[in-house]
């Protein structure tokens, strides 16, 4: 198991890099370039973690058995776990510890209704730019996200798709709208990757970004930003009904866990 402790190198714009936690980059306020502290690794180690699934909504995080995941001290993974919780991925209570956030129908609606606003408005700059390195670097992304679409790389649509996202309000400057996009972009994908997953969802988006492009390759603000609003609107939609289907099967588990503890009790009682 790799020992955490040196700087991980960046690789490509686009597309899983060799090392996987690089793929959601520039976490945490840090720019590719910068070396990152220990903590910060763990974080995006983390990241990663959480948005594949591996720790469901609502599950604790236990420090101890995280620091002997990463084979680091306490010291780090409690830093990292803040961390998390300042970017809304995880909620740590007095005496609780802590334990990845809940996304609620209200949050959600919240989070989508702020990334539209925010990502039409650094598309719609972009397109009164008129930037040619910007423009291939748009270019290829969204060649890349209809390829990994095509071949079913979910995996690779996936950090694609939250690249391309990343890399609208990295190229637009606004360093605000930055600075949000980036946080919110994370909160949501735990719950948003399971969508990714139908073919025909992947379709719809991958043409919605194709719209942004062309948009901002004809200068026309007004289509760049309509089609950022279409594409949230979108995975907006998707994303409430994936979040109405997870409560469903989450009261379904917690009740059959009642029957059976029922069950046992009163097996135990005759």
Same mark, same amino acid.
């Given at each position: 198991?790799?020992?955490? @402790? ?30 990152? +502290? ?11 973690? =959480? =948005? ?18 990463? $084979?680091? #001290? ?22 609780? *510890? ?19 606003? &925010?990502?039409? =408005? ?19 992304? +969204? ?8 071949? @079913? ?25 930055? +600075?949000?996009?980036?946080?919110? *972009?994370? $909160? ?5 990757? *399971? ?10 988006? #991958? ?7 062309? @948009?901002?390759? /004809? *200068? ?13 609107? @979108?995975?907006?939609?998707? /994303? ?5 289907? &997870? ?24």
């Amino acid at each position: 198991m790799k020992k955490f @402790g040196s700087s991980e190198l960046a690789g490509e714009r686009f597309g899983i890099r060799a090392d996987v936690a690089g793929a959601f980059f520039n976490s945490f306020g840090v720019r590719n370039s910068s070396i990152k +502290t220990l903590p910060e690794q763990l974080a995006e180690k983390l990241v990663e973690q =959480i =948005i594949r699934g591996d720790f469901a909504q609502g599950q604790r995080l236990h420090e101890m058995r995280l620091a002997e995941q990463f $084979q680091v #001290s306490r010291g780090p993974v409690r830093e990292a776990l803040r961390l998390l919780e300042r970017e809304g991925l995880v909620v740590m209570l007095s005496h609780r *510890g802590a334990s990845v956030a809940r996304l609620t129908e209200k949050r959600l609606k919240d989070i989508f209704s702020v990334r539209s606003a &925010l990502m039409a =408005i650094c598309a719609e700059e972009l397109a009164e730019l008129q930037s040619k390195e910007v423009q291939a670097a748009l270019d290829e992304g +969204t060649a890349k996200l209809f390829a990994a679409s095509e071949r @079913g790389d979910l995996g690779e649509y996936i950090v694609i798709v939250y690249q391309l996202s990343m890399y609208l309000a990295e190229a637009s400057e606004n360093d605000i709208a930055r +600075t949000i996009l980036f946080s919110l *972009g994370r $909160q949501t994908l735990p719950l948003t990757r *399971g969508v990714f997953e139908v073919e025909k969802h992947r379709k719809s988006w #991958s043409n919605n970004w194709r719209n942004i492009v062309e @948009g901002i390759r /004809a *200068g026309d603000s007004a289509a760049a930003g309509q089609a950022a609003h279409s594409l949230l609107r @979108g995975i907006k939609a998707a /994303a409430l009904v994936a979040l109405a289907d &997870l409560d469903r099967r989450e009261r379904q588990a917690a009740l059959e866990a009642d029957e059976k503890a029922h069950a046992s009790e009163k097996r135990m009682s005759r």
